[in-house]
């Protein structure tokens, strides 16, 4: 079906595909995480090359901070979370990072043929500062200890990382800290919401 899709979305002159897999695709790294007929990592490499084939680049998406119930909800990583919920991973847990970065490294891998960015979400981290190891530090602290990790290990790699913007509209002085190639990726959340992009600076937007 994805190849199909891909095929139908080059005919239209699309070359550039956001995929954000969560537990549609079954992590070698990540037991238990993939749901019943996940793609596989062989497959991960046919659609790569397919993509490629078409002059599609996939951006590929992993989110590191919230939005992930697919795989907090499960027994074994549920000493990740941000307090006892399982929408959040909690930012100084180090195996936090450790396991966000083997995904990461491991679609990478899969996806060999596109080199350029990477998404890592880090939107919407609304449990900031509920667990033990958080409360000693304010909320923006937390938050860029996790995302520079993440962002920091991307750059290394060669990758131009994409990041969603909102959470600068709570910590707008954080945005100083976060590397200038970073790309950051506006969310209008309704028509008439007043975002105003002037504290992004000399951070690329898009």
């Given at each position: 079906r994805l190849l199909d899709d891909f095929r139908r979305l080059a005919y239209y002159k699309v070359n550039?595909?956001?995929?954000?897999?969560?537990?549609?695709?079954?992590y070698r790294c990540a037991p238990e995480v993939g749901v019943p007929g996940a793609y596989t990592f062989e497959q991960l490499r046919t659609l790569s090359r397919h993509a490629a084939a078409l002059g599609i680049e996939?951006?590929?998406?992993?989110?590191?901070?919230?939005?992930?119930?697919?795989l907090l909800k499960i027994p074994r990583y549920r000493h990740l979370r941000e307090g006892d919920h399982p929408y959040q991973y909690c930012p100084r847990n180090d195996e936090v990072f450790a396991l966000w970065r083997a995904m990461a490294t491991e679609v990478m891998e899969a996806l060999a043929e596109h080199r350029g960015y990477f998404?890592?979400?880090?939107?919407e981290a609304d449990n900031l500062g509920s667990c033990p190891r958080?409360?000693?530090?304010s909320k923006a602290d937390s938050y860029l200890f996790?995302?520079?990790?993440?962002?920091d290990f991307l750059i290394a790699r060669g990758r131009t990382p994409i990041m969603w913007d909102d959470m600068f509209e709570y910590y707008p002085d954080a945005l100083d800290k976060i590397p200038r190639d970073v790309i950051m990726a506006h969310w209008q959340y309704q028509p008439d919401c007043y975002r105003s992009m002037s504290h992004f600076g000399n951070h690329k937007r898009e």
């Open positions: 550039l595909v956001l995929l954000e897999l969560e537990d549609k695709y079954d996939i951006i590929p998406k992993v989110q590191c901070f919230a939005h992930v119930d697919y998404h890592i979400g880090a939107d958080c409360t000693p530090y996790h995302v520079d990790r993440c962002l």
